[in-house]
């Protein structure tokens, strides 16, 4: 090769570098938050375990029927599963989320009025005591007078009027501590859904599992509800939409199917499921 | 068989099996260039706080070039019990350097990196939100904002995560903190000094989800980062915390005295934790000392088994084990022969500076800078000094302290059980200075 011509090679090879892009060569931008937009139809969730939770793969019952409705209707939307009632309250009044998921939320009058309440589950409740603090159990016939004096361990949100006028005292926490109190017997009983106490008793309370003991009959019923916001721009079509999804899988026999895988079928399913109409 | 040869075939087995037990003796001072008439000082330091009565006892060892030159016990570990030098303390915080080597293990293994986004092992942690004040006269007073990019496990490492520890809220007043503290109280986070009947897991799931005092990256502010290190280790190595601190870090280093939870025979030797005024007002502590936001429960210790295994705080431990672990860092990873982690590694963890501008100003001051697990002095240009740039440190609650200067192939290591741990820093400082002091070479 002369001169010539290696100068010749030489000037394509560098004219080929300078034109070529350089950017297609890089690897593609490392993916950063920024770089997506959220949802705008976010759906917030308040820990239940195991009907709402992060620790299922589905993120709990409620969770799994909430996104086979929306899966059905078509609606795009994310849910977040979070820890406090101020944080969803927060999201729904103050960010104007769709919507939320959750029991014992606790809204005002005023605020209930821009709100679209649609039934996802019963939860039937159940009183608990400790049977070492109470080896016979309780006088509970379903008259909350035969309690009197006694002190009831409540969720924070929950309407205690009743427990009051009937004469018991009352102290609020998140279940895991009723139960950690109830155990310690600064509490003598406490109400949730049976699902729900399972669930910490087998975390949290293996050993003594057995010395908790479920009293009949039911205390009562709770609800867990989708909420949907009316300050949403689509709060109200959205809450229609899904009032109708659920209604659908409740009739073509979806939503007893997904309780049955959820819960094993029998009395834990007729305990949550909603009625047909 | 020539006696001679069992003769030497005992000592052999002697002085091989006492490795990684404490040492019957220590080195000649000079030996390794310490002073050890000025070592001396460090007796007349420890016997005057114990006279004063404020504080019960202490051990307090100083190594040099591989050796110790220094280790005395003083005081009492307990009612009528003589403080022993293999008396066992609650390190609390000093578990967070263990933490972070074990962190450090998974990522010279690959199996993490210190830029991957937490969430992407704790999905709980994806899409963090950040408080923010809104204006006063505002409907609300504060907005929860989109954290500009995800918490990072370096972020957990360095403190600058924007997750918060509730107990500082007793001396730092700003409104946000007080907010954040305030969703922690309400979610039952617990700063890990009380050992609740949950897994490390089900606590550091709820604080994800919590809102962030400041974004990442933006602040330095001592943490629960490592209580949600520690329970990455699990997600990560899918072993129980416990477990992989045992295997991985306790007995390869011969940490023969350190534990999640004391096994039963060696719980006479936990120290008691006593509560002292620093006027002479000395009185043992057996019930949780509730102040405000920090809530201590030293009687914790004594459990035998419990499923809280914070990263942040739980491990006991000796002086010597400690040493052993502070020598393993002063190697450069290494201790007899057993290489924990690589030099890239021990080099990365105590670069001097991992967090920019900012400043660890908790137990320190200005001038100070945070590595991977430990704080480094930067400069010495402030008042808090411990003897050269790139010393790291780090102290527990209960007043223990440990102090690493790479420069002096120095070790220096206090331990005592005494509460509020604020009025030691003075007692903590003076003993850095008569460690380096008594530097003769």
């Known amino acids: ?277 | 068989m020539n006696p001679r040869f069992w003769l030497f075939l005992m000592l052999f087995l002697a002085q091989n099996l006492a490795l990684g037990k404490e040492p019957s003796t220590t080195v000649k001072p000079e030996s390794v260039g310490l002073s050890s008439q000025r070592l001396q000082n460090i007796d007349r330091l420890i016997d005057q706080h114990v006279q004063e009565k404020k504080i019960a006892g202490a051990v307090v060892l100083v190594a040099r070039k591989g050796k110790i030159a220094y280790f005395r016990e003083a005081g009492l570990a307990d009612t009528d019990k003589p403080m022993q030098k293999d008396t066992i303390f609650r390190v609390v915080s000093m578990t967070k350097p263990l933490t972070s080597v074990a962190i450090m293990l998974l990522y010279e293994e690959g199996k993490l990196l210190l830029s991957d986004p937490v969430s992407k092992y704790i999905p709980e942690f994806k899409d963090p939100k950040v408080l923010e004040l809104l204006p006063p006269g505002s409907a609300s007073e504060y907005k929860l904002v989109p954290a500009k990019r995800e918490i990072t496990v370096r972020d957990l490492l360095s403190h600058t995560s924007g997750l918060l520890y509730m107990f500082p809220n007793n001396y730092y007043h700003e409104r946000e903190r007080q907010l954040v503290v305030d969703f922690y109280k309400e979610a039952g986070i617990n700063d890990g000094f009380c050992r609740p009947n949950e897994t490390i897991g089900d606590m550091v799931k709820r604080l994800a989800r919590l809102p962030l005092y400041k974004h990442p990256g933006e602040v330095w502010d001592y943490s629960l980062a490592s209580d949600v290190l520690g329970y990455l280790v699990e997600v990560v190595s899918k072993m129980p915390f416990d477990q992989f601190m045992q295997k991985r870090i306790f007995d390869p280093l011969k940490m023969r005295d350190s534990h999640f939870y004391v096994p039963q025979e060696k719980l006479g030797r936990v120290a008691a934790v006593w509560k002292s005024d620093w006027q002479g007002s000395l009185t043992k502590v057996t019930e949780p000392m509730i102040d405000g936001d920090l809530a201590l429960c030293p009687s914790d210790a004594y459990a035998l088994s419990g499923k809280y295994l914070t990263g942040g705080g739980n491990v006991l431990s000796t002086a010597y084990d400690y040493y052993r672990f502070a020598q393993m860092l002063l190697n450069k990873g290494e201790l007899d022969g057993v290489r924990l982690l690589s030099r890239k590694t021990v080099e990365l963890m105590t670069a001097t500076n991992h967090i920019g501008d900012l400043d660890a100003t908790f137990l320190h001051d200005h001038g100070w800078k945070f590595g991977l697990g430990f704080a480094i002095q930067q400069d010495r240009a402030h008042d808090v000094d411990a003897g050269d740039p790139g010393v790291f440190e780090w102290a527990g609650i209960y007043s223990t302290r440990f102090s690493v200067d790479p420069k002096e192939d120095k070790i220096t290591i206090f331990m005592s059980q005494t509460s509020p741990f604020n009025l030691h820093f003075g007692l903590w400082d003076k003993l850095l200075v008569l460690s380096g002091s008594a530097i003769s070479d």
């Not at chain 1, 909420?227 to 659920?246: I, R, S, T, W």
Request: aromatic fraction near 8%; charged fraction near 20%.
């Open chain 1, 1 to 277: 090769m002369n001169t010539n011509q290696l100068f010749k090679r030489l000037t394509v090879m560098l004219l080929v570098i300078a034109i070529y892009p350089v950017t297609a060569l890089a690897t593609g931008p490392r993916i950063k938050q920024d770089l997506f937009t959220p949802n705008a139809n976010a759906i917030y969730a308040l820990d239940l375990p195991p009907f709402i939770t992060t620790e299922l793969t589905g993120g709990g019952a409620a969770i799994e029927l909430v996104n086979t409705v929306l899966q059905a209707q078509k609606i795009n939307a994310t849910i977040n599963t979070l820890p406090l009632v101020r944080m969803l309250k927060y999201y729904v009044l103050q960010e104007k989320a769709l919507a939320l998921i959750g029991s014992h939320i606790g809204f005002s009058a005023d605020e209930q009025k821009n709100l679209i309440f649609v039934p996802l589950l019963r939860l039937k409740q159940h009183y608990y005591v400790y049977q070492p603090k109470h080896p016979d159990g309780l006088p509970w016939k379903g008259d909350l007078k035969t309690l009197a004096n006694l002190t009831y361990g409540a969720d924070p949100e929950e309407n205690i009027g009743t427990y009051q006028k009937a004469g018991l005292k009352v102290e609020t926490g998140k279940l895991l501590s009723l139960l950690e109190k109830l155990k310690s017997g600064q509490l003598d009983l406490l109400a949730n859904s049976a699902l729900a106490v399972d669930w910490f008793l087998d975390r949290n309370f293996a050993a003594d599992k057995a010395k908790f003991s479920k009293l009949e009959p039911a205390a009562g019923e709770e609800t867990l509800f989708m909420v949907f916001n009316k300050n949403h721009p689509e709060g109200a079509a959205l809450a229609k939409q899904c009032q109708d999804g659920l209604t659908a899988i409740i009739a073509n026999g979806q939503y007893k199917a997904l309780l049955e895988k959820q819960f094993g079928g029998g009395e834990a399913v007729n305990r949550h499921i909603l009625p047909l109409q």
